[in-house]
């Protein structure tokens, strides 16, 4: 479901206006008219089908039109089909003069992205923009897509089976829908569990899927994490005073072990630094000072980062996501919601909204917080001339996971690291296994700290159709290509929107040939539906091109990765930008300044000079000057790189100099990142016989 709130609906409630559907046949229903509802029904009607696509709220598009504009896959290869159709128009849209208008397009790729622009798609977007672009792709289909705003599915009587499949389902206002095959595409998966289909909220312990990093997450939670000793204490220093509000008293739980509580919700914000289009921070009405007091004591206390990142957008704007310690993330509080009412839903969303607008404007605007520090948050504000029907804040919360299908088939671990790979794809996944913090507990030593966050790299990898259908003895003809069959941490990875799209348009082609074939949705033929997905230029599975991933043995000499590097910090392992050694790197998390290190060290067979060089992808967010030492037999030379800069040196490499070593392991090099800002990256190194 896309939002509770009845928002004014957009253009596209101008270009299919509401009729009335109770009780209509159709081929395909499609609850949820997110990303992966709306490929749904292109996809249903362009294999000649009738789809009624169902939307609880007035505007279509989830959250890649509710402000998450920064593309999130890895390696955009896995991305296919009318996904990458989506991109490739996002591109044509902004190849228009008339489409920008607080900068040129030149201005942003060369000075904001760094980056020439002449990918066929392009992978950053206004809200507008994305409901622009869906607009144009419904329009084509208009004559077999019917869409329907403002329906919600009954909670209690919504849907009607006959043995193992659905009959109909009824919404709140006793409006009621058929078809032969239903898709639900909702964020919550509310269809499916109404449908009696098994699934999980929560996260599993590692003991169930056989997996290293699912459940809880205590000791490797250093990202996104204080850095200062915070007291939780309503009265600072007096346990008997109480905790401050959003600290859970029980602690974290057992480490590894299995839970129901879900990684955090926020909303992605659409801000700018143009002043004639930017809206300050305003102050909600029913602000509760108590709520951000741990925010204040975080700032007093020193951590003077800025607890957001803002990616750039065109024209000026931004995808702004949760950063450090106490950001967007209104952590603990949305465990309720996979399986709440609608009412508490409302209230769950509500606190959200509250907190993430009472934060920026505390940080904006409280004397006790740094003045350099609140100058950094008054540069930017809402844009005025996004999501105008809704005060400027974005329609979609973020839900990052709610219930999560148990199916055939449940990804995990093993398949995001290709240890496990599936032959029936319908699509694949490529971002890392990626968990925001789940809750605030007390440490024994009386401080508070966040729990939950895990990044950990992929490489990518193809997702089951078995992961996508329920079983047989339980539904017959519905699929599930949202809140899929997968286990938390593998969901992790492919919550992903493009993602989203791949298994909304597969899904749809798996409902049509079971239409076709006249039978249920687990007896369909594998090859026909390969083919048509192939056909219709998904991308099913493929091995990341070297160009992509340089591995060890591709570059000249003597090479150490981040995977045999001696480690101190860097725990967050990553993928998601090419041009790396092996199968990723590490970064820093851009915290714990001056505590974080990787130490490489070579066997060198002899003696001699040796020219020494680091491998990493560059990007906007890394820091511009990291400090890196390099001990040789002369002593200790200490070299800073610009990570943001491309690597300079042949074979992709970043040249540090030459030097003498001895043989053996005496002579090393060691990424630091102390007197950095940014994230400082730590990939491999190289050593080349002069």
Excluded at 261 to 288: G, H, I, L, S
Excluded at 416 to 424: L, N, P, T
Aim: hydrophobic share 35%; proline share 5%; charged share 25%.
């Amino acid at each position: 479901m896309s939002g509770m709130r009845l928002h004014l609906p957009p253009l596209l409630c101008l270009v299919f206006p509401l009729c009335s559907f109770a009780a209509q046949k159709t081929d395909v229903v499609i609850y949820g008219g997110n990303s992966g509802g709306i490929t749904a029904a292109i996809q249903t009607a362009r294999m000649g089908k009738n789809a009624i696509l169902i939307e609880p709220s007035h505007f279509l598009g989830g959250l890649t039109t509710g402000g998450l504009g920064a593309t999130d896959i890895g390696n955009k290869k896995a991305i296919g089909g009318l996904s990458l159709d989506f991109y490739v128009a996002i591109r044509e849209h902004y190849s228009k003069p008339e489409n920008w208008k607080q900068e040129t397009r030149d201005a942003y790729f060369t000075t904001r992205t760094r980056s020439s622009g002449t990918e066929p798609a392009q992978w950053t977007f206004e809200p507008k923009a994305a409901s622009a672009v869906y607009e144009a792709m419904l329009a084509e289909v208009k004559d077999r897509v019917t869409i329907v705003y403002g329906e919600r599915l009954d909670l209690k009587n919504g849907v009607k089976k006959t043995g193992a499949q659905i009959s109909e389902i009824v919404m709140e206002s006793g409006k009621s829908f058929a078809a032969e095959m239903y898709i639900d595409a909702s964020y919550e998966g509310d269809l499916m569990a109404k449908a009696g289909v098994s699934y999980h909220v929560g996260r599993e312990g590692n003991s169930v899927y056989g997996e290293t990093i699912n459940g809880v997450q205590a000791e490797g939670a250093k990202h996104h994490q204080f850095n200062q000793q915070i007291d939780p204490y309503l009265r600072k220093g007096d346990p008997k005073s109480g905790l401050l509000p959003g600290i859970n008293p029980a602690g974290p739980g057992e480490e590894f072990s299995g839970d129901r509580k879900v990684q955090a919700y926020n909303f992605r914000m659409c801000t700018t630094d143009v002043p004639e289009n930017r809206r300050d921070w305003e102050k909600p009405a029913n602000y509760d000072p108590q709520w951000f007091e741990l925010a204040l004591r975080n700032a007093e206390a020193g951590d003077t980062r800025v607890s957001w990142n803002p990616t750039a957008m065109p024209n000026r704007k931004t995808d702004t996501n949760n950063n450090f310690a106490i950001s967007s993330d209104f952590i603990g509080m949305n465990w309720d919601y996979p399986e709440a009412d609608y009412a508490t839903r409302e209230r769950i969303w509500r606190a959200h909204e509250d907190w993430q607008k009472g934060l920026f404007w505390t940080l904006a605007n409280s004397p006790r917080v740094p003045q350099a520090l609140r100058e950094s948050y008054q540069k930017f504000g809402l844009a005025k001339d996004e999501f105008t029907e809704n005060g400027n804040w974005p329609r979609q919360l973020y839900v990052r996971e709610a219930r999560r299908m148990i199916g055939d088939y449940v990804m995990s671990e093993k398949n995001c690291k290709r240890s496990e790979v599936v032959e029936d794809s319908v699509g694949m996944g490529a971002y890392q296994m990626d968990s925001h913090h789940v809750q605030r507990y007390v440490t024994k030593e009386g401080f508070v700290r966040n729990e939950g966050d895990i990044q950990i790299a992929t490489k990518p990898y193809p997702i089951s159709f078995r992961s996508i259908r329920p079983k047989a003895s339980e539904c017959t003809n519905l699929l599930v290509p949202v809140c899929l069959s997968a286990s938390h941490i593998a969901y992790g990875s492919i919550r992903m929107e493009p993602v989203f799209m791949v298994m909304g348009q597969s899904a749809a082609t798996a409902a049509v040939q079971a239409i076709e074939q006249k039978t249920n949705i687990q007896s369909i033929n594998a090859e026909k539906l390969k083919a048509r997905l192939l056909a219709d230029k998904q991308v099913l599975d493929f091995i990341p091109d070297p160009k992509d991933s340089r591995t060890a043995i591709q570059l000249p000499g003597i090479v150490v990765d981040d995977s045999n590097a001696q480690i101190e910090g860097f725990a967050t392992e990553a993928s998601s930008v090419g041009g790396f050694v092996g199968t990723g790197y590490r970064h820093d998390g851009n915290t714990d300044k001056g505590r974080q290190k990787v130490r490489f060290t070579p066997e060198l067979p002899s003696a001699g000079r040796y020219r020494v060089a680091i491998a990493y992808p560059p990007l906007g967010n890394r820091s511009k000057k990291v400090p890196v030492v390099v001990h040789h037999a002369d002593g200790e030379t200490t070299v800073y790189v610009n990570q943001q800069e491309p690597p300079a040196g042949p074979g992709g490499v970043q040249v540090l100099g030459t030097f003498r070593f001895e043989t053996g392991k005496s002579g090393w090099l060691e990424i630091r990142n102390e007197g950095t800002t940014g994230h400082v990256i730590a990939d491999a190194a190289q050593w080349l016989a002069q």
